[in-house]
Structure formats: structure tokens, C-alpha cells
């Protein structure tokens, strides 16, 4: 060993020690952190399934693989990062000797095959990246950009280190082949050897390059350790046990999608006839009352930004990110842990846990973080502004989008729950939905005893529950397809079209009662469980003595749909439910239902959120149309699992729109821009945000919006009355 490999070694021994020492130190307080959360012990079953997708979705890079390029730029760069590891742990071999190497793996020529084009493909997917963040930068007035609020001085720091650390890993087999220590040859290392032919033949090139490898790699770990919120580079290690405690690890895509997480506390579903306020938590009012793995969320969020990219609500000029919304929350978090540590924190009642004593000593910007609500004004100092909560449609394009499997929907809802049941702070407009549901059962606050109106002027009999014997399917008519105009048409259509294909059903009739999913997404979940409980019963004593594969329920509303397919359970319901659009789908590939003829003008297809993201429905609508249609469906450039919100969800439905451009407007616009004169849509919702925005654009003469089934209706029996066009006025 020379002088200079003893210099090398000692500055390279040096560094790491204070990097290490750092890095636990870091780790540690942010285990301390995370673990200030609320219990959360369903995220611990099923522990196969969660290894075998989170191994799918980091190695297969299933959900940035969306992106392509992107996508394939950031898998080579993620390999390169696990695999060249090991050539950061080569480096300290290699400043000690010029011809050091790691122990028997270091002279395989597989081994130096293999990470030479892991080295090389790295190269060109972090300059792709590097390409793509410039291009997008947030300082760009000709774009909207996904980083906008991002640090981005964090993502440049680490895209130049990644280029860095692949740049002088190919320096020190540049030297070592320049001083002929270089042991793999030239077709298994071409660019090794294409440096090394421009490298004197120094021979501390070596030591001195690969100290300087290991300073870059260490310092970045110092710098990441002195910023523990750095999502940007932690993402790297804590993208892992955040896919592995991801909600539903059995389901396909969007884990946070589908069901709302039943209001919990202390890990517990929460029971309404015996919880209290003052023992038991409702909802978040304080960062910490998040579970333990919404606040690994939040330290797990890379600053992306797809979230951001795919928001209706950012993308029409309200003031909801996704992102910065976790963002704030994980500062806040983190800016409060040393005052929760310390023993500080209030109890349910408001009262402060911490003693005078303990206050007297802890860190004051601590304290005055501490001092923040959860939900307020610029003014008030809120971590989150009421507008920004409120704006949400609960969509899920966030939560479908995330890389890292970030929940954002399930924690603005239960933000949400806690505004709504204990504050009963939310916009006002939405008050009188909610008591129309507690009063009437329907958030229109129509009689009861109208709910079977639709069904005059038919020319066969609905069968009601209770009236008949046996039924294969319930059909489940919602309060949108009993009381709105508009919806009713659809509910009449979807009538005509099961009695012409032979398939038994039966309503409830006045029987029914709202599914509760505005209720549910605006936060009351005290009047959900009201509503739901009394439709379990209903369901239950209609479907008495059925196993549960026939305890069949056809519904309209991709809302109702998703509620009682998947939060129903969470009461006793367990049913098998069914969207209409997949029944007409299998009525009429079972050649139940003839479509005869095409309607002109063309169609594109509006994918309901509920119905696509959240339920991975999209086939069915567009086999239906295509039959129907003839093959003449135009897509949306955003459609599938990138459709983008009408605007009505997360009860939106029944809330003014008071801020930058109207979300079902953005959409509108997109669907006529197609060219088709019919926009076919799958909810009673959409339908009756897409026609406000036809009508708004003055193109209600030129462009029609009508579901689904009633363009099937209209192929099948052209002369249906219910075929008209679906331009009535909104009821609600």
C-alpha cells in the first residue's frame, strides 16, 4: 500500500463513519415518527401476497412501467442503484489497492458483463430522467408542470449523484485497464475499455477515483440523513414496506381504490351505538391520529408529482394537489415530532398531555408547529386550507397514479370525517343533502312514495321483491335513477332491455333507500352506517336462505355499485353485485339481446371513476357500444384508467364549484373535441354533470350525453321511447 492508497483509505473510512453514524440516526427518528401513528393491524395479514406484489410492482415497475419511457428510464436507473451497490462496496477495496476487487463474485466475467450494461443502461435512464425534469420544470409558463412544488433542488442533487457515481465507476475501470489490472475482456466491457484507452496509465488513478466515487455516495447519504423529509431519495428504501402494507395487496392496481377504510380508533372499526367523542377518535384532527402507514405515506412520497398530473381538481385551478397535500402533512409530522416525542400531544377532549415541566423544555418551533390545526386558513396557520380539503372528488387518478401505493383519498376522507361529525365544518350547500338523506332517504329530498314512478308508462310489469318468488337479479335503482329525469331514462332502458332478454328481476320499491355514498365521502359516516345498516337488513331478509353467489344485485350507479359490492361487507352485506353495463354485456354476447342498428354521429365513451378506477370496469361499456355502434367508438386522449372526473364525486355532486374552471367543462370540452355527436356514459352523475357542460357550451342542439344502455336500446328496438334524447334540465 503507497502513500496515496493510505491516504484514500483513511479520508474513505472517515467519510463513511459519519455518514453511517447519520443515516441510523436519521432512520431512527423517522421509525419514531412513523410509529406515532394509529394502530393499523389489518396491514399485517396476508404477509405472502404483500411480498409477492411488492416484488411485482418494484421489480416489474408495474405501475411506472404506465409511463413507457419514463417508466423504463427510471427501472434501469432503480437496477443500477441496487445492483452498482456493490461496485460502492468495491470502492473501498479499490482505494486501498489498484488491483482491488470484490472477494470471489469480482473476477466473474458475468459479473463484470453484467453490471457494465446495468452501468450503461443506468447512464442513459438517469440522462432521460435528467432530460424529462428540465423539460418540465415548474418555472416553464408554457406548461403546467407535475413538479410544481416540488424541491427541486433535492431532484437535482440526486440525479446528478446517480450520473456521478455511474460516471466515475466507469473512470475506475477505465483505470484499471490504462494500468493493466483490468480483468474482463473487451466484448464483455466495451465502454470500460474504450475510457481506459484515453486514461493515462496513472497507477493511484485508481484509489484516488474510487475515493472520489465513495465521497460522492457518502455524501449523499449525509445530506439525505440532515433531511429526513427528503422524499426524492428515501422513496429508494421506503418504497418498499410501503407496498408491502398497501391496503389490498390481492387486488390488481389501485389498492386505495374501491372501499373507504371503515372509521377506526386505536385500530379498531369504530361502533357508533356505543363510541364517544371524548374516548373514542373521529376521524383526524391531529397529524398523529393518522394510522401508522398514512404516515409512511407521507415520508414515502417521491414529489413526482403524477398524483398532481392527473388531479381534476389541479388541473381546473383549484387549490388541491395531491402531492402537496401529503407534502404539507410530512412537514407538519416532522416538524412536530419533537413536541409529540417529548410526551406532548391532546388528548380527545383537547387537554394537553405533557406537564408544565416538560413544556418549559421543549423546542419552541416544535411547539408553535404544535400549535397549527390540521384544517384551517392561511390566517388560522393551517397545515391544510378547508378549500383544498373540500376540492376533492375522490376520483382516485391520485391514488391510481402513485408510484409508491399512497393512499391520498382515505386520509382527505377522514380529514373529512372529522371537519363533518365533531366540527360540522364543511360547505354549506352540502348541509342540505344530508338532511334530506337522515329526513327522506335520498339526497334530493323526494317523497318516498315516489320512488317507483319510473316505472309508469312501461308496457310490462316490474316485479317488486316480495311480489314474486324467485328472481335472479335484485335490481337496485338508486336515488338518481328514481328521482332525476334524466337518470330515470336509463333506469327505463335498463328495465326494457333485461325483460326483452328473458332475465327475471325485481325491484325494491319504496323499500330502498340511499346507499349512503355521498354521506360516506363528505365525511358523515354516522349517517352512512344509518343508511347502510337499514339497506343490509332490506338486502338481507330479500336475499333470506341465498348462498351468496345468487345473492344477485344489478345497479345502474357505479356509486351504489362500488358501496354495495365493497363497503357493504364491512356491515354484514356480503352480495354479488353487478354494474348494468356488464350484464348488457353478457346479454348480448349470449345473443339474449340483438343490437340491429348503429346510431349515427359517433360515440366516445366517458369512463365513471367509480366505475373504471376504483372497479377496474372498462371493457364492458365499450363492448356494449362497440356492438352497438358497430366498431364507430372514438376514444378520449384521456380515458381508461386515466379518464378524467366529471366533477361529482366525493359527494361534489351537491357542492358549488366556486373555484377556477368547471371540472365537468375540462371534460366536455375533451369529449367534443372527438368529433362524436353522442358521449356515452355509464352514471347517473356524469350524465347529469357532461349534459350540464353540453348545455353550458351552447352545444345541447349538436351533442348528446346518454348512458350506455340507452344507446344499446336504441340498437336493439330502435323505436323505443326510451331511446329519446337526454337533454332534460339537472334536478338537482
Not at 437535482?156 to 456521478?164: A, D, G, I, K, Q
Not at 416538560?358 to 386558513?377: C, F, K, W, Y
Request: proline fraction near 5%; aromatic fraction near 8%.
Amino acid at each position: 500500500m503507497g502513500s496515496v492508497q493510505i491516504v484514500t483509505t483513511i479520508l474513505a473510512a472517515a467519510i463513511t463513519a459519519v455518514a453511517v453514524w447519520l443515516a441510523v440516526r436519521a432512520v431512527m427518528k423517522m421509525t419514531a415518527v412513523i410509529r406515532l401513528g394509529q394502530p393499523a393491524p389489518e396491514r399485517f395479514a396476508d404477509k405472502g401476497a404483500r411480498t409477492t406484489k411488492m416484488l411485482v410492482e418494484t421489480a416489474g415497475h408495474t405501475r411506472m412501467l404506465k409511463w413507457s419511457v419514463v417508466g423504463a428510464a427510471h427501472w434501469f436507473v432503480m437496477v443500477g442503484f441496487i445492483v452498482l451497490s456493490l461496485l460502492v462496496l468495491e470502492a473501498y477495496f479499490e482505494v486501498v489497492s489498484t488491483g482491488g476487487g470484490l472477494p470471489i463474485v469480482g473476477h466473474w466475467t458475468v459479473f463484470g458483463l453484467v453490471t457494465e450494461w446495468i452501468g450503461i443502461l443506468g447512464l442513459v435512464g438517469i440522462l432521460v430522467l435528467m432530460a424529462i425534469r428540465l423539460r418540465n420544470r415548474p418555472n416553464r409558463p408554457e406548461n403546467r408542470s407535475r413538479f410544481t412544488g416540488s424541491t427541486m433542488w433535492q431532484g437535482y442533487f440526486v440525479e446528478w449523484v446517480v450520473l456521478l457515481v455511474l460516471i466515475f465507476g466507469f473512470v475506475i475501470r477505465g483505470f484499471k485497464v490504462a494500468t493493466d489490472n483490468f480483468e474482463y475482456p473487451v466484448w464483455a466491457t466495451p465502454l470500460s475499455h474504450a475510457v481506459g484507452s484515453v486514461l493515462p496509465d496513472w497507477a493511484a488513478g485508481v484509489s484516488v477515483a474510487a475515493l472520489i466515487k465513495i465521497v460522492i455516495s457518502m455524501t449523499w447519504l449525509i445530506v439525505i440523513s440532515l433531511n429526513v423529509t427528503m422524499g426524492v431519495a428515501w422513496h429508494r428504501f421506503l418504497a418498499f414496506p410501503n407496498i408491502f402494507f398497501k391496503r389490498d395487496p390481492q387486488k390488481a392496481a389501485g389498492s386505495g381504490l374501491g372501499p373507504l377504510r371503515p372509521m377506526t380508533s386505536e385500530g379498531k372499526p369504530l361502533d357508533f351505538e356505543e363510541a364517544d367523542p371524548e374516548k373514542d377518535q373521529f376521524g383526524v384532527a391531529q397529524v398523529e391520529q393518522f394510522t401508522w402507514k398514512g404516515l409512511l405515506d407521507f415520508s414515502t412520497c417521491t414529489e413526482c408529482g403524477r398524483c398532481q398530473s392527473q388531479c381534476p381538481a389541479w388541473n381546473t385551478g383549484k387549490p388541491l394537489s395531491p402531492k402537496l397535500l401529503v407534502l404539507s402533512l410530512r412537514d407538519h409530522a416532522y416538524a412536530k415530532a419533537p413536541y409529540l416525542l417529548a410526551g406532548g400531544g391532546k388528548d380527545l377532549t383537547g387537554e394537553e398531555k405533557a406537564t408544565e415541566a416538560q413544556l418549559a423544555h421543549m423546542d419552541v418551533l416544535a411547539l408553535a408547529e404544535a400549535d397549527r390545526p390540521l384544517i384551517g386558513t392561511a390566517e388560522e396557520g393551517g397545515v391544510i386550507d378547508p378549500d383544498v380539503l373540500w376540492s376533492c372528488t375522490t376520483c382516485g387518478a391520485c391514488v391510481e397514479q402513485c408510484p409508491v401505493d399512497i393512499e391520498h383519498v382515505d386520509h382527505i376522507v377522514d380529514m373529512r370525517r372529522y371537519q363533518v361529525l365533531i366540527e360540522s365544518s364543511f360547505p354549506s350547500e352540502a348541509g342540505v343533502m344530508l338532511r334530506n338523506l337522515e329526513n327522506k332517504g335520498n339526497p334530493w329530498g323526494a317523497p318516498q312514495n315516489t320512488r317507483e314512478d319510473w316505472t309508469k308508462g312501461l308496457d310490462f310489469e316490474v316485479p317488486r321483491v316480495g311480489e314474486v318468488e324467485d328472481f335472479e337479479y335484485l335490481f337496485w335503482v338508486g336515488c338518481a335513477g328514481a328521482f332525476e329525469d334524466r337518470a330515470k331514462k336509463t333506469t327505463r332502458a335498463v328495465a326494457t332491455l333485461l325483460n326483452e332478454a328473458g332475465v327475471s328481476f325485481a325491484i325494491l320499491g319504496e323499500g330502498e333507500t340511499c346507499s349512503g355514498d355521498p354521506a360516506r365521502r363528505i365525511g358523515n359516516e354516522f349517517v352512512f352506517q344509518m343508511l347502510a345498516q337499514q339497506n343490509v337488513e332490506t338486502l338481507n331478509e330479500a336475499f333470506d336462505g341465498r348462498e351468496k353467489s345468487k345473492r344477485k344485485i344489478v345497479a345502474t350507479c357505479p356509486h351504489c355499485f362500488n358501496t354495495l359490492g365493497n363497503e357493504y361487507g364491512q356491515l354484514g352485506g356480503e352480495f354479488e353485485v353487478v354494474h348494468h353495463t356488464q350484464l348488457l354485456a353478457h346479454l348480448v354476447s349470449a345473443g339474449k339481446l340483438t343490437p340491429v342498428q348503429p346510431v349515427d354521429g359517433g360515440v366516445t365513451y366517458h369512463d365513471p371513476c367509480y366505475l373504471g378506477r376504483h372497479n377496474r370496469i372498462f371493457a364492458a361499456p365499450r363492448e356494449v357500444l362497440g356492438d352497438s355502434m358497430q366498431g364507430e367508438l372514438t376514444e378520449m386522449p384521456r380515458n381508461s384508467e386515466r379518464s378524467f372526473c366529471c366533477g361529482a364525486g366525493g359527494a361534489r355532486m351537491w357542492m358549488e364549484e366556486k373555484i377556477g374552471k368547471r371540472i365537468n367543462v375540462d371534460r366536455v370540452e375533451e369529449a367534443m373535441s372527438t368529433g362524436a355527436k353522442t358521449i356515452a356514459v355509464g352514471c347517473p352523475f356524469c350524465s347529469t354533470m357532461l349534459n350540464d357542460g353540453v348545455n353550458g357550451k351552447g352545444a345541447g342542439e349538436d351533442v348528446e350525453v346518454v348512458d350506455v344502455a340507452s344507446v344499446l336500446l336504441r340498437s336493439v328496438k330502435p323505436d323505443a321511447p326510451a331511446g329519446e334524447k337526454e337533454t332534460a334540465p339537472a334536478a338537482g
